[in-house]
């Protein structure tokens, strides 16, 4: 009897241990500024204007969310591409978009740098949104969606390492999965270059880092989706209501947390490919990256399970 008592004590003491912590090591509650509210644009490039609120009515067709962390060199290239093309297909299409840029509290004036891309084409609606410290890349994204005012939203890299013209493939299969506005994801996809150059000559740590990730999203519950982590997602805007103020991690690996939401509260996902093809200056440090993700992936996953982090299913209009 002492036996099995002393046991008891021993496992309950292991768990209060395991569960203290996952308490200290969950990210607290992201905290949005009031500065961090308003945007500037070529517009107004001095006096900040308040920001189109994710549950107000959607104001365009189309929110290209960018973060952007110490992005001066990278961003030109991607914004004009970005441009070019939904320029090209709103003269079809009659699209409306917006362009939100959010600087995760960067050093280099990348938010100098986005007011003068936004002057300079000044025929489209850029919105550069500053955060007062750096948050991470998920913070950043989480605050460009929440502060959207696109009837879909388009979460796309600073680098423009994905080719923006899969927008349209992206934009094709969300009409199929969710019309008519409903909740959708579309998932740009990069699992088809597994072999091919882009990928293979890419660093054997950062391959490693890859075909570990695919492992460990299979325990966590995602491993249907073949790419989690391309920065190129497309959510529709009821979607993006029921998985954004519901995200609490503000690092690189957000995107799985992202679609174990989705998988929660039952949205349709569908993945497509895209072309991409790696570009230099990225700020991911592959051996402190892999023991981030590898904490933060148990953490969503635990958090979910005991029921600390949870989802709420949009209520319909009868409720």
């Given amino acids: 009897m002492e036996l099995i008592f002393g046991v008891a004590i021993f ?47 959607s104001t365009v067709d189309l ?41 995760d509290g960067s050093s280099d004036g990348t938010s100098a740098t986005a007011l003068k891309l936004a002057k300079k084409y000044f ?4 919105k550069v949104v500053t955060l007062e410290k750096n948050i991470g890349k998920g913070g950043a994204v989480r605050h460009g969606m929440l502060f959207s005012g696109g009837e879909r939203l388009l979460m796309a890299d600073a680098d423009g390492a994905s080719r923006i013209e899969d927008l349209e493939a992206l934009w094709k299969s969300m009409d199929s999965i969710a019309p008519n506005n409903a909740p959708g994801v579309v998932v740009g996809s990069r699992a088809h270059l597994v072999k091919s150059e882009a990928v293979v000559k890419r660093s054997f740590l950062r391959n490693v880092l890859m075909y570990g990730l695919h492992t460990i999203l299979r ?27 519901a995200q609490h991690l503000p690092t690189w690996i957000f995107d799985v947390e992202l679609l174990l939401l989705a998988k ?54 009868s409720d």
């Fill in 63 to 103: 929110t290209v969310v960018v973060p952007a962390y110490n992005e001066t060199e990278r961003l030109p290239a991607m914004l004009a591409a970005t441009i070019d093309h939904l320029t090209t297909v709103g003269k079809t299409s009659n699209r409306t978009y917006e362009i939100v840029i959010v600087d």
């Fill in 264 to 317: 929660q509260l039952s949205i349709p996902v569908s993945e497509v490919p895209i072309e991409w093809h790696e570009v230099a200056g990225s700020k991911l440090h592959v051996v402190t990256a892999s023991v981030q993700m590898l904490r933060d992936l148990l953490i969503v996953r635990a958090n979910h399970i005991l029921g600390r982090w949870s989802a709420k299913p949009a209520k319909s209009k």
């Fill in 11 to 57: 496992l309950f003491g292991l768990l209060a241990v395991l569960y203290a912590a996952l308490v200290f090591w969950s990210p607290p509650v992201i905290v949005t500024h009031d500065s961090e509210k308003k945007y500037l644009s070529n517009a107004s490039p001095s006096k900040p204007l308040p920001l189109t609120r994710l549950e107000d009515p």
């Fill in 123 to 126: 025929k489209s609606n850029i």
């Fill in 219 to 245: 325990i966590v519950g995602v491993g249907h989706i073949r790419d989690t982590q391309c920065g190129f997602k497309l959510f529709s805007r009821s979607a993006a209501r029921q998985i954004f103020p």
